[in-house]
């Protein structure tokens, strides 16, 4: 299967940086689940998403503060959809949590970041699912 790469402008660059940083707050649940819970399956689940988080890290950039005009992603494609699949599916989820919260309202960076977020992992996913087969069965 060809290598190829997808580029993403530094807007894009910023809000998978956000949701990936969010994600990798969670680090501690590994070892709930693996030392405290005893759930190996979760904990393994964790683990690969960790995984992945610190794959996509190396191409983001581990500085917030990043100047480039475009990053390039070079994660294996497969890995590349999984992770886009898991970061769209988290920014949806949040944006689901802030229209149930009446109560509170979510300031509008979090709103576009997580809109952001979920934009950028579609168009991933279609690129990666024009380029590797399996039609729109990425955005499943």
Known sequence: M???TIKIVASQR?????QVCNHLAALGDLWTALDSNKDYATAERLAIE???DFRLMADLGW??????ETVELTMPP????EVA???RDDATGGLADITKERDSVAPPPTIAGY????ET???ILAVLSDTYGGGRHAHA
């Open 2 to 4: 060809p290598r190829s």
């Open 14 to 18: 910023d809000a998978l940086y956000e």
């Open 50 to 52: 960790f995984g992945e």
């Open 63 to 68: 500085n917030p503060e990043d100047d480039r």
């Open 78 to 81: 497969l890995d590349l959809m």
């Open 85 to 87: 699949k898991r970061l």
């Open 115 to 118: 809109e952001r977020t979920r």
């Open 121 to 123: 992992c579609e168009e």
